[in-house]
Protein backbone atom coordinates (compact mmCIF):
# COMPACT_ATOMS: atom_id res chain seq x y z
CA UNK A 1 0.00 0.00 0.00
CA UNK A 2 1.55 3.25 -1.18
CA UNK A 3 1.48 6.29 1.02
CA UNK A 4 0.85 9.61 -0.21
CA UNK A 5 2.92 12.54 1.97
CA UNK A 6 1.36 16.35 0.31
CA UNK A 7 2.75 18.98 1.69
CA UNK A 8 1.29 21.94 2.61
CA UNK A 9 2.73 24.93 2.42
CA UNK A 10 0.91 27.43 4.35
CA UNK A 11 1.37 25.01 7.43
CA UNK A 12 3.83 25.35 9.87
CA UNK A 13 6.00 22.23 10.33
CA UNK A 14 5.17 20.19 13.54
CA UNK A 15 7.94 17.83 14.74
CA UNK A 16 6.68 16.52 17.53
CA UNK A 17 10.57 15.81 18.33
CA UNK A 18 10.88 18.91 18.80
CA UNK A 19 7.54 20.78 19.67
CA UNK A 20 7.70 21.70 23.31
CA UNK A 21 3.45 21.45 24.39
CA UNK A 22 4.14 23.97 27.59
CA UNK A 23 5.46 26.78 25.14
CA UNK A 24 2.83 26.68 22.94
CA UNK A 25 0.26 29.62 22.91
CA UNK A 26 -2.48 30.70 20.88
CA UNK A 27 -0.38 32.73 18.20
CA UNK A 28 2.70 30.19 17.77
CA UNK A 29 3.06 29.34 14.10
CA UNK A 30 2.62 25.60 14.74
CA UNK A 31 -0.74 26.19 16.10
CA UNK A 32 -2.24 29.30 14.83
CA UNK A 33 -1.12 28.35 10.96
CA UNK A 34 -4.14 25.38 11.67
CA UNK A 35 -6.75 27.79 12.68
CA UNK A 36 -9.97 27.72 11.11
CA UNK A 37 -10.78 30.81 8.77
CA UNK A 38 -14.45 32.13 9.10
CA UNK A 39 -15.63 35.65 7.33
CA UNK A 40 -18.22 37.31 9.07
CA UNK A 41 -20.60 39.88 7.51
CA UNK A 42 -22.67 42.77 8.52
CA UNK A 43 -25.63 44.07 6.78
CA UNK A 44 -28.13 46.32 8.06
CA UNK A 45 -30.00 49.72 8.01
CA UNK A 46 -27.83 53.02 8.82
CA UNK A 47 -27.31 53.35 12.79
CA UNK A 48 -28.17 50.28 13.52
CA UNK A 49 -24.80 49.11 15.29
CA UNK A 50 -22.99 47.48 12.61
CA UNK A 51 -19.51 49.34 13.09
CA UNK A 52 -19.82 49.26 17.15
CA UNK A 53 -20.32 45.23 17.04
CA UNK A 54 -17.00 45.24 13.94
CA UNK A 55 -15.56 47.44 16.51
CA UNK A 56 -16.13 45.09 19.05
CA UNK A 57 -15.16 41.95 17.91
CA UNK A 58 -11.60 43.15 16.32
CA UNK A 59 -10.77 46.32 18.07
CA UNK A 60 -10.74 48.23 14.49
CA UNK A 61 -12.28 51.46 14.11
CA UNK A 62 -14.27 50.97 10.77
CA UNK A 63 -15.10 55.48 10.28
CA UNK A 64 -11.36 56.29 9.07
CA UNK A 65 -12.06 59.07 6.30
CA UNK A 66 -12.71 62.67 6.95
CA UNK A 67 -16.51 62.93 5.74
CA UNK A 68 -16.57 59.58 7.66
CA UNK A 69 -15.94 61.20 10.78
CA UNK A 70 -17.72 64.18 10.27
CA UNK A 71 -20.71 62.49 9.57
CA UNK A 72 -20.02 59.36 12.20
CA UNK A 73 -21.09 57.08 10.12
CA UNK A 74 -19.35 54.32 8.16
CA UNK A 75 -19.40 55.08 4.22
CA UNK A 76 -16.95 52.93 2.55
CA UNK A 77 -16.59 49.48 2.88
CA UNK A 78 -14.14 47.93 5.12
CA UNK A 79 -12.30 44.94 6.83
CA UNK A 80 -11.09 44.34 9.85
CA UNK A 81 -8.96 40.61 11.31
CA UNK A 82 -10.10 39.12 14.80
CA UNK A 83 -8.87 36.25 16.33
CA UNK A 84 -11.50 34.26 18.59
CA UNK A 85 -10.20 31.92 20.90
CA UNK A 86 -11.61 29.37 22.88
CA UNK A 87 -11.72 29.47 26.55
CA UNK A 88 -10.98 26.37 27.93
CA UNK A 89 -11.49 27.27 31.82
CA UNK A 90 -13.78 25.68 33.63
CA UNK A 91 -14.18 28.63 35.57
Same mark, same amino acid.
Given at each position: ?6 ? @???? #? &? @?? =? ?7 ? !?? =???? &?????? !???? %??? %? +? &?? +? %? ?6 ? =?? %??? *? ?10 ? *??? =??? #? ?7 ? $?? $?
Amino acid at each position: QATINVR @QQHL #A &V @QD =LDKIKPEEL !TP =LTPE &VISRQA !TINV %GTI %G +H &VA +H %GKSTVVKS =LS %GVK *TVRFKNELERNI *TIK =LGY #ANAKVYENV $DS $D
